[in-house]
Every structure is written in C-alpha cells, then in structure tokens.
C-alpha cells in the first residue's frame, strides 16, 4: 500500500507549500473534483436518510466555548483567541471552532421545539481547526483545517437505539460505495466521572451495544474511553503505516444540551431534555482520502474519479469527433478530458499513468461510424459500440457508484 503523500504529489490530488504552512493543505483541481463527488454523495445521502442541511460560522466568542466545555477540554488545541477589541463587536474575543457541535445546539435552540420535531437531524460538511503540533502533522491524515461530514441528531433517549442502527447502516453503505471496509468498530463505555445518572447511560450503552450486535459487526468494548458526556461508537481504519485512526464516529452526549439549556414540549406538556447523537459518516474529508488514496493507491472507482473518461482520437482527422464525444459527454454530467498532444502510445499511457478509469479511442474507423473503442484503466478493451452506448455504460456505472468499472 502506498504512501497518500506520495501519490498525492504524483497524482497531482493536493498540494503542502511552507508559505501556506504546515497541515493546510491546498487541493488541487484533480483532488478538488474527486471530493466534490463525494461531498455531493454524502449530502444526497444525508438528505434522504432525513437530514436537513446547515451553514454555521467557523468561528464564534470564546465564551460559547467555555460554555461548551471545549476550551476546558480541547483548550491546548485551539488556536488563540483573536484578541481585538472589535473582534465581535462588543470586545469579546473570537476563536476558529475545535468542533461543530455547540453551532449545531444553537440550531436546535433557535427556537421553541416540540416532541412531534424528535428526531430533529442536523447536518453540515463544515470548517474546523485544530493546533496540532507540527511534528504529528502529515499529507492529508493530520492536518489543522478540518473538513467535516457532521451531523447532530436531537431526539429521546428511547429513539437513540433506532437512530444509531441507521447511522450504522448508511456508515456500511458510504464506505462500500467508496470501496473500503473498516478494520474494527470500538464501543467506550462510561468510566469514574461522567455526566448524568447511572441508569440514563445504562440505557444509552445498551441501545450503542444492541445497535453493534444488530449491524452483525464485530466490535470491542472500552470500558472507562468513554467521554464524560456521554458513550460512543468509534469505526477505525489502518493507515499505510499501520496505525490505526478513528474515521467515523457516533456519540452520545447528555452534556451539550444541559450546557446550552436545550428542552422541547413532550407529550404531557413537560419540558425535558433531548439527547444529542454527534455522528459523521465518513469523517473529516482529509483523512477520508488519505485512506482512500492509498486503498486504491490512486485508481479511484470511477464515481469520483477525478478525470471518468478520457478521449483519445488516434489522429487529427479525428479531432472534431472527439470534441463533440467530449462535449456531451459533459453535457451528461461526466468529467472528461480530449488527450490529442503527443503520440498516440504516449497519450494512452498518459491516461493509463492518471489513472482514469475509461479511455474512448477514436480512429478512422470509429469516426466514420460514429462509434469509440471503450479502454478500461485495467487493461481491458471492449468491442466498437456507439459513442452514446459508450456513454450510457459509464454512466450507469457512476450513477450505481460502482466499484466494478462494468454494470453488474
């Protein structure tokens, strides 16, 4: 397995410069397109599972954190204060978020709720920071712009068992749709100090466990990892290196909404408490494809495939229909280049060395007949068919977001 590093600069997918500085990395428009692939995935996923989308400021008054107990708990790793006067406006200090959820909280807060709203699901794909030490920072995996798949479930403690089985569920399904699976799943129980009664996190254990065993995965427990606030469900990845990462996460949290005095309506007319579930689906978009970069070692399937379909005319007779083949083909949503500098051999290794998953030859023959040689990146060809046939495939492929370059 490959470095990400290594691959990300062959690949050209992203960029470090030390003008910039250490763990901000730039992605490059070949990186940039395969994420924005996945970015639309998640979200389209996010949105039928019931999720309602939200923008939210990197940053807020120092004060919403020591509310939130993130500046007690992640203090050593935010970056400073910014300490003027104007700042926000009432000369209090803004800081960059460790951290999405206490925006989220105010989202449930912004006005009264009623029982009839639970679960109220809150996602966003937004910005944090972190002031990791330049020492553990590397490629895409540690980094101190963070791109998060985040979300907030607000419900009742008797829904958290239903909704973590679906966010366990739509976990399996991103990840085989991105073509990796996890490498274990670890359930932290409560330990000493913990926030709230025994019986409530009783219960919220017993739903997390009951949703592992459910789901048919294998898992480990952690008696005592679990977060003051609340037990959680860790999903780890191995990197090239070996060490193993948290990639995606559900937690549990009975601290945010007593911190921030969320309550709705229930039934009897009683104000009460919700839970609040964190969960990301796919983690932080940075470590996400430095796993991704090194499972496929670059040959992504070919749904976010920086480049889906290159188009080769074997000479410049054929140049005009490979520019009208490009041209719908984009027009059908693909990403598609024409490679017509150099030699033939030289342009089909070029796209063989990219890595993209389909290249359309177009010689003489194919032109007259308005038909293209289907390449496949694994060295297969395919029969002359008609460039829309040609097209039809990849697209039944990207829109099954299929590993197979072939529909089953």
Known sequence: MHDHRKLGRELELFHSDPLVGAGLPIWLPAGAAARHAVEEYIR????????????????????????????????????????????????????????????????????????????????????????????VLGGLSRVRAISLNDAHVFCSVDQVGSEVAAMLAMIGRAHAALGFAADGYRLSLRGEQFLGEAAVWDAAEGMLREALVEAEVDFAEAPGEAAFYGPKIDIQIRDAQGRELSLATIQVDFAQPERFNLAYVDSDGVKRRPVMVHRSIIGSLERLFAHLIEVHQGAFPAWYAPVQLAVVPIGEAQHDAAWALADRAMRDGLRVEVLSEGSLGLRVREAAQRKIPYAAVIGAREAAAGQVALRLRDGRSLDAMPAPDALALIQSVVAAHAISLLPA
């Open 44 to 135: 389209e996923e996010e949105r039928l599972a019931g999720y309602q989308h939200v923008y939210s400021p990197p940053l807020a008054k120092q004060e919403m954190y020591a509310r939130s107990g993130h500046l007690a708990k992640f203090g050593e790793d935010m970056f400073p204060p910014m300490a003027d006067d104007h700042a926000a406006g009432d000369g209090s200090a803004l800081m960059l978020r460790p951290s999405l959820c206490p925006h989220h909280a105010m989202v449930f807060g912004a006005r009264g709720r009623s029982y009839r709203e639970l679960p109220l699901r809150v996602a966003e794909l937004g910005g944090m920071y972190r002031a990791e030490r330049s020492g």
